[in-house]
């Protein structure tokens, strides 16, 4: 009910925005006060909709460019279940780099980098492999501007890939 709720309050706003600006000649009639009214009601549908309740996330221990597991530790009473991340793939260079392929098994992944040096420029591409970024062109998972360390989450199918970096002024490490 909440997502319908939050749909045609949207679908109100957007209508009472473009009769503000496009009145309904045809029907001979002013649209603004409709177009005013549309709004309101679609802010108030809005605000009566049911918020979707905020997903805990769990802290991982430190990796590097990774993916979860699962390993099973205990005894046979007891089995506990701890995801872990399992590095794949380390790089590090200057300049422009490639790397050989790697798998990704669909599961969570993430990217771990490190950049240093002074008005750095750092791009990090996962690439399908057999493609390429000059052909087929491509968005970077990761743009760096500043010197620093952090991670990203990777939304990517099951398959095989390829980091692509492109970089100036700066050291990295992924």
């Known amino acids: 009910m909440g997502v319908f709720l939050r749909i045609l309050g949207y679908l109100a706003l957007l209508a009472g925005f473009i009769s503000l600006f496009k009145p309904l000649t045809f029907l001979r009639i002013r649209t603004r006060g409709i177009g005013v009214a549309v709004m ?4 108030i549908l809005l605000m009566l909709a049911p918020k979707e309740p905020a997903q805990q996330t769990a802290t991982r221990p430190p990796a590097t460019a990774t993916q979860p597991s699962k390993k099973v530790a205990g005894s046979a009473e007891q089995y506990k279940h701890q ?3 399992v590095p794949i793939l380390r790089l590090a260079g200057s300049s422009e780099k490639r790397s050989g392929p790697f798998q990704l098994t669909g599961a969570k992944a993430r990217i771990r980098y490190t950049v240093q040096g002074s008005s750095v420029a750092c791009y990090i591409y996962v690439l399908e492999e057999g493609t390429t970024l ?10 760096v501007m500043d010197a620093g360390s952090d991670e990203t989450y990777l939304v990517k199918d099951k398959g095989s890939y390829y980091l692509d970096v492109k970089s100036a002024n700066c050291r990295w490490n992924i």
Do not use: D, N
């Open 40 to 43: 309101l009601g679609g802010l």
């Open 83 to 85: 995801a872990q991340w």
């Open 134 to 143: 000059e052909k087929e062109g491509g968005m970077p998972e990761v743009s």
